[in-house]
């Protein structure tokens, strides 16, 4: 006979009420911590122009942080309670009511140029906003918040906080809930040249540390070089970056895929300021990735990592997609000439390539079964259909607009579980009964049951492009639904049920960072894009 199992509850309890009893004791002791760090309080309103799909606009952007008042050298300074408020006009709610946009949810990432003594680098700063809804008219306020890189230095010397070019990411939902059409927007912005206060945010002294033995504000005699900012310098190219090549203020160089990578640029002289946290993007031989080499590469492959993150609606959460390999043949553009001006299209293939299969890496996903029961899965994408990625170009001298869109039928499948710690038998073939399915822009053209993914791209002649593009990279969002959930279990036992519940339904928003591509095929593939085995040089890094 099988006695009652003795039951953990109560060690949990007593470990919780240990944990809240310790927090207890130590509450009155955090406020006299907290008031011994003096704080320097920012409150910023920057004039920025927005390129929306109605042309150039103008938006107050409103930056709010708090710095430490000083800091010595080789500390860390971080900026907290850190907000962007994006003020859009009138004229961008009519753009928004035009795409029958009902509700926006909005991602910022300000690149913010550190610099010191001469020398600069480069972080972002990224921020997530709650969905809000559009107004009739008038203007619309999209206040985003997060957490941003602290800074070190070495040195002595002040340390100044300089606002640069800002990226709005904007995810649209119709009044029904469904994505709009689009499903996303990309808003780039940059500074006013016209205004007149600038970029400035914060300046920091920072004093000697105990080993530099410099006087304060001093510059050392390798700080003589010229500054990276002086005019006749180079800027930073962050062709890798979420916008695709946005000569963003701030923002890291080629090979640093994403804004915000944040160690100082390549080239940048000695001693320039560290921002926390690795470079997004780095060369394939530093960082983790899997192989990504076309052994059949013609003098059109492009090879590239992708990666990003998806949520989840009915688990509240985001699971990470990880980063992937992906072989591109590009194919033979052509011109159309339509009322609104030549147009310059592409239709590309592309397939996911892992160990010989076209699929992403297996990766983790946790949720909770019957709304509690921690369950942990292994999943895979599992591309089971074509995959195509098409530029629409419209070439206006000296403006060119792109939109660019990437389809793909690929089905979720799982390969173990465990549920509470216990292997859950999932069986050999768990998987949605179909692919991932999104609200298909034109669907005559392209029918079937597949996720579509979206970026745009701008130029403006002698200007760098920005947003979206297919060989520097950028940022595609999109909206999928995840089907119901097929052949999973054994012995007799079916879990399709369990897994549909848990994660099916509509609603999942993707964001996928693509990094800059390889020309794998050519006779000598460009150093700055390929390492020497012809794999892609720059690992981008997961954005929300």
Not at 128 to 140: D, F, I, K, S
Not at 213 to 238: K, L, M, N, T, V
Not at 337 to 362: I, N, W, Y
Not at 456 to 471: E, M, S
Request: glycine share 10%; with cysteine.
């Amino acid at each position: 006979m099988r006695g009652p199992r003795p039951t953990t509850h109560p060690s949990r309890v007593r470990a919780r009420g240990a944990t809240i009893a310790a927090f207890v004791a130590l509450a009155p002791l955090l406020p006299a911590a907290a008031a011994a760090v003096e704080t320097l309080k920012v409150d910023t309103a920057l004039s920025y122009v927005c390129d929306l799909p109605s042309g150039p606009q103008t938006a107050t952007v409103r930056i709010t942080a708090a710095f430490p008042e000083r800091a010595s050298a080789g500390e860390e300074v971080r900026p907290t309670d850190v907000t962007t408020t994006v003020e859009l006009p009138a004229a961008a709610v009519a753009d928004l009511k035009a795409l029958e946009a009902a509700e926006v949810r909005a991602e910022t990432a300000l690149g913010v140029a550190v610099g010191q003594n001469g020398r600069e680098t480069g972080a972002a700063w990224r921020g997530t906003a709650q969905p809000v809804g559009v107004p009739a008219e008038g203007p619309l306020a999209l206040v985003t918040t997060g957490e941003v890189p602290a800074v070190t230095t070495s040195a002595a010397g002040d340390l100044s906080f300089t606002a640069g070019n800002l990226d709005v990411g904007l995810a649209l939902s119709a009044a029904d809930g469904t994505p709009a059409d689009p499903a996303s927007l990309s808003v780039p912005c940059a500074p006013d040249a016209d205004a007149e206060q600038g970029g400035p945010l914060a300046t920091v002294p920072v004093a000697p540390g105990p080993s530099t033995g410099e006087p304060s504000g001093s510059p050392s005699p390798s700080d003589s070089a010229p500054a990276s900012s002086s005019p006749s310098a180079p800027g930073p190219d962050p062709s890798g970056s979420q916008d695709g090549g946005t000569p963003t203020r701030g923002l890291p160089q080629t090979g640093e895929s994403g804004p915000g990578a944040g160690r100082p640029r390549e080239g940048a002289p000695a001693g320039a300021p560290e921002v926390a946290d690795a470079a997004p993007g780095a060369s394939a031989g530093a960082r983790s990735a899997p192989t990504c080499r076309n052994e059949q590469a013609t003098p059109t492959t492009l090879t590239a990592y992708i990666t990003g993150y998806s949520n989840v609606r009915k688990l509240n959460g985001a699971n990470i997609i990880p980063v992937s390999c992906v072989f591109i043949e590009q194919g033979e553009p052509g011109v159309e000439f339509r009322p609104d001006g030549m147009h310059v299209v592409q239709k590309s293939d592309a397939d996911l390539f892992h160990e010989g299969r076209k699929q992403t890496p297996p990766f983790k996903a946790t949720f909770l079964t019957f709304g509690f029961a921690p369950t942990t899965a292994t999943l895979v994408l599992e591309q089971v259909g074509p995959m195509s990625v098409e530029s629409d170009m419209l070439a206006n001298f000296p403006v060119y607009t792109s939109d660019a869109y990437v389809r793909a039928a690929l089905v979720l499948r799982v390969l173990d579980a465990r549920v509470n710690g216990t292997p859950l038998d999932v069986g050999p073939s768990c998987r949605t009964e179909k692919p991932l399915t999104s609200v298909e822009p034109d669907p005559a053209k392209y029918p079937g049951d597949h996720l579509v993914l979206h970026g745009r791209g701008r130029q403006v002649i002698p200007d760098p492009a920005t947003g979206y593009q297919l060989t520097s990279g950028g940022a595609l969002t999109g909206e999928v639904t995840i089907p119901a959930f097929k052949g999973c279990g054994a012995g007799g036992e079916n879990l399709d049920r369990l897994f549909t519940a848990s994660i099916s339904g509509s609603g999942n928003y993707i964001k996928q960072i693509q990094g800059q591509t390889c020309s794998a095929g050519l006779e000598d593939p460009p150093m700055d894009q390929c390492t020497e085995d012809r794999q892609p040089l720059v690992i981008p890094k997961p954005e929300r």
